[in-house]
DNA sequence: ACCAAAGTTGACCATTCGGTCAATTCCGGT
DNA sequence: ACCGGAATTGACCGAATGGTCAACTTTGGT
């Protein structure tokens, strides 16, 4: 099946049971969820195989579909928890901070979060090259409202003449290409870097040096000599 | 198959005929060529469907594994096709110009491909999150020579104090990441703008904003008021 | 007009896939 | 010790998938 429609989807909760030292410890769901991330974020919806799923998780394919019952229940709960990371971790923008720290530390958000959660960011890039068939809905409300809200702190910001002229919805589309590109382009960096341990080598560099373009390329300095007023 | 390897594989030549009014034309190849640039841009290699790619090019499922023996060769000499037009397109970085005005140029061309042929920039980046697979050893050679070379030139601009000191290839994932973003995110951006023609309404916003942007990031004015030799 | 190569097509095949199910084991409460 | 629900597992099923094939049509050269 492919690009499917929101369907009435029930999944099976097991017991709620306390850790246990020798047995199970009832916490499979999460392994499934790790392991389909894994999957999912490699290979999309389609090219992900349910018994590949399994066997990362050490699973039987039954046990799989015993806590979801389809792989499309699966894919949905693992791509909405994946967008519930990423739009908490857009965090607010602290309007009170000078408008260069606000934005130092949400872009520093950002990279730490592709370098935490690289599966992450890599399937949420997967689904919207897909073209969002399933986060579609929330893209259009919730980013959308969050955009709109954090654009108008960014105006104000330009008529203060403290940040530059950009329509604000493209400088965070800047803001997010950049910050998501280590993590899911890494393959990209680590062959042109040829880098051996990417974790650090890689953010490290990016979050001293790309932090501070960023910051300069919105018109972010304090002390912005240049007038720049334009209504 | 996943995660396929390099094997030996010809593919069916047929033959070179010229255009022909009524009858068939020759030109199927392209046609798949096409088809199969749509399907594989969405869905992966592994999610991409040969019938699918069939009824796109209008074509029997039979006809497209004639001309190509296998999904697995239809998709390497698309795939090496896209990852060419990339290459071609990275283009000279003219060395003679001011600094700004190459840059310029270059963010300019990288952008108008991300507009001309988004499924081409959506393929790449579907191989790249992937991990990879086909094209890594291109990156890992040809991608990656390119960068260091023109990263001398950078080198240069920046003990001329004409532009930011910032590790070139962290430069160059920006500017990628960027201009590939309206191609690869266009699902996202047009969610979260709402903009009725995509290619015109946000492309040309990107053009004038972002490539400002960019230039002012990576401190490519001409007239650098500020020192910044810091070797 | 004829021929051989190239192109086209739908039927067909073996394998794989998502999903079901019945049988069995595990576990906590009593 | 025993009970009932939850969890585990492998066998199994129908549908879909990549690929093959033989029959048929088109095409260009002579």
Known sequence: ????QSTGSSTRE????????????????????????LVFSRKGYDGARVEEIARKADLPKGNVLYYFK??????????????????????????????E??????????????????EASRLFAMEVISGAPVIGAHLRNQLRVWVEEKGRVF???????????IDPAHAFFMIWAVTQTYADFEAQIQAVTGV?????EIYEGATSEVVDAL?????LTNEMSERRAQA
Chains 1, 2 share one sequence.
Do not use: C
């Open 1 to 4: 099946m492919e690009a499917f």
């Open 14 to 37: 097991p017991r709620e049971s306390a850790e246990h030292p020798g047995g199970v410890g009832g916490r499979q769901r999460e392994r499934i969820i790790r392991a389909a991330t």
């Open 70 to 99: 389809t792989k499309k229940d699966l894919y949905r709960i693992v791509i909405e928890q994946v967008l519930t990371l990423w739009l908490d971790a857009l965090g607010d923008i602290a309007v009170d901070d000078s408008p």
């Open 101 to 118: 720290e606000a934005i130092r530390q949400y872009v520093n958000r950002k990279l730490a979060l592709s370098r935490h959660y690289p």
């Open 155 to 165: 105006r104000r910001w330009q008529d203060q003449g403290q940040m530059a002229r």
């Open 196 to 200: 051996q341990d990417y974790d650090t």
């Open 215 to 219: 910051v300069r390329g919105l018109g």
